[in-house]
Structures are given as structure tokens and as C-alpha cells.
């Protein structure tokens, strides 16, 4: 391993010093994207996106879904699986012939023991499986190895069998790891935690040569691998945060991949011949969202009155292009349980009624938090102006993801511009267990991955609907049930309002053929290939 990450280096930077005046090499592919929420690799701990992308290149899951239809599930470590007659476990039969980059063979005990350390460890992705009922206390209990090669999985309560089988596809909780290399590297008990902050452990198509934090990623392919042994040699991600440096870049052939470009740099490339621009819609929701800790904001009048004149037509017109589809609900689109767009609209003067009625007939002062991107900051200043309007000084407050996302897992904000809600799923438990479900409102609680708690809003009702339409095998009771809990949230007028469903931009280049961008963010690349000039 340690040869391999040399050679890597080293070929790396022979790359980076010809780069400027030649094409990429036809054995790389090079991948430029904005690394400042990469913080760890850690399957258990990495959040977003991009960290998605990297880590579904590293790992395995037991099973995949279909790029082009979500709905359909294929084997990938598990060749096949089994729902019992009662609904209350799937068991699952892996492949004999895996072997982790290490060389240690993969068995059943390394997934069920994968599957407890991300609940014993209890940070980001631990919230998966403690929604569906499963904890640090009965996971031992539920999910457990039957043979060799086979485990089963027990549900702790009723649940829809899809959704479990969902979880294990798209969530980085469910990537697969080396147990024998892993607790080799074990530190006072931490499972591995600190060493898998900068190392990876996997059985994936590409193997971790190099990784300097907001500088770039490199990885080689795995001529083990048990699959489709990738064509490409090794991958080089690269931290580029300017998009006109991306976009100069890609033009002239220095990268094979842009992914998160400005609107106006996209733009200027739709009719480049060489270029092929994709765009996939995801699950995440973009949203404003209020904090129900601060007592003015947790006026149902005044979040009525902000709900009524967010604008959503003209954001989505002028700013989403590219970043996000217009969407008002918190279910994402194309699902059988998604309401109809609702249209919220209000006049100045009917919103100015609803202030003056909550006690604010001269407006008040607060604050806007946003990413100091885009297209978050451009629609901060289109909030900030709206809510002008109606009599609400609001000062933009811009930083990083630690900065902004930071102050909200603490519930220190007042309004903020963000992105969540997973959606990975083609199942509305998938936006609604992280937007909406709070189980313990308290501060002690720390239930930091429900954006519900972090906004402190909390519905009884609502909680008990998602809780039972996750039990219900009926679809049309289950979709009556999601129905039911969008219309309490939108009477309610609920804490957090999306404005935008999310479409992920990729500029591809020429040479590339076979990279299709993941809806789930779980790009796989061990199918990608460059043809020769």
C-alpha cells in the first residue's frame, strides 16, 4: 500500500506539471469539485453529497439501485435476499469471492459488524437506523450473522420492508467495512474513527492512494475487484472552488468532470461540442427555515407572513437554473404520496396584517444565514429584499458549511438558507424522518441530524403519522398517511420551507463515455471510460 500511494504521487504530480498546455491522460479520469465539506471519510461520520460520491467508489453496499429507475434494486454484495412471511426480516446471501483491499476476505460478520459500529458510535449516520427503531442497545439482538455468507436483518418494529431495503442502498451508513483492518487501527475504543478519518477500508472498484484535506483525492483502480474491473487507472479529485477556473479548465481539456459550477458558467457551455452537460434531479430540497427558539419567529402569524412572501417564482426563475426544480413541499416530486404544489402567495399588505396582528407593525430585526455560494448567498439577498418589503431588516450572515450548518445543529440562528432532507430514497419516509420528524424537542436531546429539532419545531401528530405510515405494508393507506401529515405541516405552518427540489449540474468532457451521474449521489465511476484522440 505503501508503494501504491508513491507511485500515485508521483505520477500525480508529473500530471499537474503538464496539465497546463495538454489533455488529461487517457488512463485518468480528473474530477474537480468543491471539497470543503469533506471533513472526514469515516462511512460513519461523512455527511453530503459529495463525501457520497467518493466513499460509493471505496465501499460496497449489499445492494444498488437502478440509475435510470431508482425503484429497481440489483444485487451487489448480496447476490440474494428473502422477506420473511411476516415482514419482520430480510435475509440476505453475499458473494463468496470478495476480498476488501486489504486482501482479507469479506464475510457476513463484516457487515453485521459494520452495521453496529455505525450505532455504537452514535455520530451523523448513526440517525438512519435509530429512525427505523434500531439503537446501540438491540442492534446486536437484530442483525445477525446465519452463516458465512449470510445474515439477517430483524426489524425492532413494524416496518415497510422497501425502506429498510432503501437505507441499505443509498445511506453511507451502509457501506461495508474491513473489520479485521479497521480494528487493527483501533484507538482507545473508537472503532477505528480516528484512523478511517483519512483511510479507507473497503471492498470498492477504485483503492485510496492519496487524500490531502481541501486539496485533492486520489484513488487507483482495484484489479481484485469482484465486479467490472474499471477500465479507467486511478482517479485524481481536485478542490477547485472558483467556477470560471473550472470552466477555463474544462474547456481546454485539463478536467474530465466539473461538478458544481455557477449558472452563468454552465451556461457559457451549452454549445460546446465537446461538452455533454447532465443534470440529474435528487431528492434534497433547498428550503428557508426559521428557528421556533426565537419567540418572534415561533409566531405561527409571522412565519405565515415570511412562508407568504418568500419568492419563489422569481428564485427559481433567475437563481435555480441548473441547482434546483421548483418544489413547495416536503415530500420530493414524482411520488405517488406528493401533495400539489400549494403556491403559497402573498400580498405586502396581507402579509404587513398578519405582522401587525402577531405584534410587529413596524417589522423587527434578524438575521440570515447562508452559504457563501451559490446559489445559497444569491438567495439569502433575494430573502433579504422580500422580507424588506414587509418590514423585516435582515442582516446576511455568510460562511462555510461549519459556520452556517454549525449555528443550526446548535440552534443558533435565526433564519437560514440550506439544503437537506436526504431524499436519496424513492420513499417519502426518506425526506420526512430528517425534515420533519422530532421525537424529543429538548436541548439535552442533541438530535442533531433532524433538521425538525433543529428548528425546534415539534407536532405530535406528526411524528405519530410518519411513525405509522413507516409500519404500514398497505401503499394506498401508507400514501394517505404521508398525505395527511404534508396538510398538517402546511396549516401548521411548519418551521422550514422549501423552495426548490435539488438537480445536480455535471459538465462532463469529449473523451469521457459511461459517467452517469447517481440520483442518489452515489456515482459509481468503475463503468467509465475515455476514448482515445
Known amino acids: 500500500m505503501a508503494l501504491l500511494k508513491r507511485c500515485l504521487i508521483g505520477l500525480l504530480g508529473l500530471w499537474l506539471t503538464a496539465s497546463a498546455s495538454a489533455n488529461t491522460p487517457s488512463d485518468q479520469l480528473i474530477i474537480a469539485l468543491k471539497m ?22 471505496l465501499y460496497d453496499t449489499l445492494i444498488e439501485l437502478d440509475v435510470a ?29 470478495v476480498e476488501f483491499h486489504s486482501g482479507n476476505p469479506l464475510t ?158 454552465i451556461r457559457s457551455l451549452e454549445n460546446a461540442e465537446q461538452l455533454e452537460i ?43 437554473p441548473y441547482y434546483g426544480i421548483f418544489h413547495q413541499r416536503p415530500v420530493k416530486l414524482g411520488l405517488p404520496a406528493t401533495l400539489p404544489e400549494p403556491m403559497y402567495s402573498l400580498t405586502t399588505e396581507e402579509a404587513r396584517a398578519l405582522m401587525a396582528e402577531a405584534g410587529y407593525p413596524n417589522g423587527f430585526t434578524t438575521t440570515i444565514r447562508a452559504l457563501n455560494e451559490s446559489p445559497f448567498i444569491n438567495v439569502a439577498i433575494n430573502l433579504q429584499s ?6 423585516i431588516n435582515a442582516e446576511i450572515l455568510s460562511g462555510t458549511g461549519n459556520q452556517v450548518y454549525g449555528a443550526m445543529r446548535d440552534r443558533r440562528f435565526d433564519i437560514i438558507v440550506g439544503r437537506g432532507g436526504g431524499g436519496f430514497a424513492p420513499h417519502p419516509d426518506s425526506n420526512l424522518t ?16 433532524f433538521q425538525g429539532w433543529r428548528t425546534g419545531y415539534q407536532n405530535t401528530r406528526i411524528n405519530e403519522l410518519i411513525t405509522e405510515a413507516v409500519a404500514e405494508a398497505d401503499s394506498d393507506v401508507q400514501n394517505a398517511l404521508y398525505a395527511e401529515v404534508q396538510s398538517i405541516y402546511e396549516e401548521d405552518v411548519g418551521a422550514l420551507f422549501p423552495f426548490s427540489q435539488m438537480i445536480n449540474t455535471v459538465v462532463v468532457g469529449g473523451q469521457v463515455e459511461g459517467y452517469r451521474d447517481d440520483p442518489s449521489a452515489m456515482t459509481r465511476l468503475r463503468s467509465v471510460t475515455k476514448t482515445r484522440e
Open 36 to 57: 470543503s465539506n469533506i471533513l472526514s471519510l469515516d462511512p460513519a461520520a461523512a455527511t453530503g453529497n459529495d463525501i457520497a460520491f467518493v466513499n460509493a467508489n
Open 69 to 97: 429507475d431508482p425503484t429497481v434494486i440489483h444485487p451487489a454484495l448480496a447476490t440474494d435476499w428473502e422477506v420473511a412471511d411476516d415482514s419482520m426480516a430480510i435475509t440476505f446471501t453475499l458473494r463468496d469471492d
Open 108 to 265: 457476513a460478520a463484516d457487515v453485521v459488524w459494520s452495521i453496529e459500529r455505525v450505532l455504537d458510535l452514535n455520530l451523523a449516520l448513526a440517525t438512519t437506523w435509530k429512525a427505523l427503531g434500531f439503537t446501540r442497545e438491540n442492534v446486536a439482538q437484530l442483525v445477525t450473522q446465519t452463516g458465512e455468507h449470510e445474515l439477517e436483518i430483524a426489524f425492532p418494529r413494524q416496518l415497510d420492508p422497501k425502506l429498510v431495503m432503501y437505507t441499505l442502498a443509498t445511506s453511507p451508513s451502509a457501506f461495508i467495512l474491513d473489520q479485521q483492518e479497521v480494528m487493527a487501527h483501533e484507538h482507545e475504543g473508537d472503532w477505528g474513527n480516528r484512523w478511517l478519518t483519512t483511510n479507507a477500508a473497503g471492498s470498492g472498484a477504485f483503492v485510496l492512494g492519496q487524500w490531502i484535506p481541501q486539496d485533492r483525492i486520489v484513488m487507483a483502480k482495484n484489479d481484485r475487484y469482484w465486479g467490472e474491473t474499471p477500465v479507467i487507472e486511478r482517479v485524481v479529485m481536485r478542490n477547485l472552488k472558483e467556477s470560471q477556473t473550472m470552466r477555463l479548465m474544462i474547456e481546454r481539456g485539463d478536467l474530465d468532470v466539473a461538478i458544481g459550477m455557477s449558472v452563468p458558467d
Open 278 to 320: 447532465q443534470t440529474t434531479q435528487r431528492g434534497t430540497l433547498y428550503y428557508v427555515a426559521v428557528s421556533m427558539n426565537n419567540d418572534i419567529l415561533a409566531d405561527e402569524r409571522v412565519r405565515r407572513a415570511i412562508r407568504g412572501t418568500i419568492n419563489y417564482a422569481g428564485i427559481n426563475d433567475s437563481i435555480m
Open 386 to 391: 422580500s422580507l424588506e418589503r414587509i418590514g
Open 434 to 449: 430528517p425534515l420533519l420528524l422530532n421525537p424529543d424537542n429538548s436541548d439535552e436531546a442533541r438530535l442533531t441530524n
